[in-house]
């Protein structure tokens, strides 16, 4: 069993008994975390691979990268941190003098950190500003994005990326208070007229599930972090970094992620480079949902390189 205390990352990692059991840290392992975040699953690999192993961190949020350093730091010093898209492993590798790994972790979408914290803008329930990059040097923020943004493409969007059935509705209500000449600057101000959109159409069920603006939040986190096309590319090369015998796990958090994972994965197998570990993706216990709700949504898969 895992303990938390002080000395370790300020959240618990998804599933971590689970990636652990799948990547097998050895002593001496090179393991790439090709999404760092504040540290949580790399702590443990890192203690696992021990002085002569490396583990390579990696993310687009410098800000979470030193609270990564943070952590690791009080470990070990077989680490490397990296600000960069995961999409770079192979410059990083080349840079390292690396040609194969022993283990790729990748846990998608934003970190428990990221959502929390205010300033950021990825949450509907805490007002800041729409930004919602995870590296804040470059891009487009989703101001920005919404700003440029026809009703149409918006629509498309919402519906793309969200798979919000109600993207037209929604779509329109935006078109029109921009036309009213309000800039949508804050994440509240999205969430209600998000709530306004669909609440105020007869059509709409009086209660859902989740809130009424976490598609729309999604689809615009994932165009703003440019986040599928990311996705699709690496894990349809994956295999050229991993040593034979050597695994990749994925634990995804939406339905887009997750078919991108499983028909990598399924194509890898066909042309012999993947043998998938995971006929069906591994979810989160009860209990570890009950401490964390963002784990109800969360699919691991594993594959081992052939
Ligand atoms: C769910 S969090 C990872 C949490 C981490 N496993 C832990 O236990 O602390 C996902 C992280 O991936 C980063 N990220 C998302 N897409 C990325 C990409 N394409 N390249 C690099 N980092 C990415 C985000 O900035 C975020 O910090």
Request: proline share 5%.
């Given at each position: 069993m895992i303990f938390f205390d002080d000395e370790q990352p300020p959240h618990k990692p998804v599933m971590l008994g689970e990636v652990i059991d799948f990547i097998r840290p050895g002593v001496g392992d090179v393991i790439v975390?090709?999404?760092?975040?504040?540290g949580g699953h790399s702590c443990e690999i890192l203690k696992m691979i021990g002085s002569d192993g490396l583990l390579i961190g990696i993310d687009k949020d410098a800000e979470i990268l030193k609270i990564a350093h943070k952590y690791l730091s009080r470990i070990s010093k077989s680490y490397k941190l990296y600000h960069a898209d995961y999409t770079d492993l192979n410059y990083i590798l080349s840079e390292l003098k690396i040609s194969r790994v022993q283990g790729i972790l990748l846990d998608l979408g934003v970190s428990s950190l990221q959502l929390d914290s205010?300033?950021?803008?990825?949450?509907?329930s805490k007002e800041g500003p729409l930004d919602m990059r995870m590296d804040r040097s470059k891009g487009l923020t989703a101001e920005e994005l919404l700003k440029k943004l026809s009703q149409k493409e918006m629509e498309d969007i919402f519906w793309r990326y969200?798979?919000?059935?109600?993207s037209r509705s929604i779509a329109r209500t935006i078109s029109q208070e921009r036309r009213r000449g309000?800039?949508?600057?804050t994440t509240t101000q999205l969430a209600k007229i998000v709530e306004k959109a669909l609440y105020t159409s007869?059509?709409?069920?009086?209660?859902?599930?989740?809130?009424?603006a976490t598609r729309v939040f999604q689809a615009l986190r994932i165009v703003v972090n440019d986040e599928l096309k990311s996705l699709e590319y690496f894990i349809n090369n994956v295999h050229e970094f991993l040593a034979s015998g050597s695994r990749i796990v994925v634990i995804s958090f939406h339905s887009l992620e997750d078919r991108l994972v499983k028909r990598a994965f399924l194509k890898g197998q066909t042309t012999s480079s993947l043998k998938i570990l995971t006929k069906k993706p591994l979810r989160s216990h009860d209990s570890e949902i009950r401490e964390n709700?963002?784990?109800?949504s969360a699919k691991l898969r594993a594959a081992e390189r052939t």
């Open positions: 975390d090709a999404t760092v975040g504040a205010l300033e950021r803008g990825f949450s509907f969200g798979e919000e059935r109600w309000g800039n949508i600057k007869r059509k709409l069920p009086k209660k859902r599930k989740i809130h009424p709700i963002r784990c109800r």
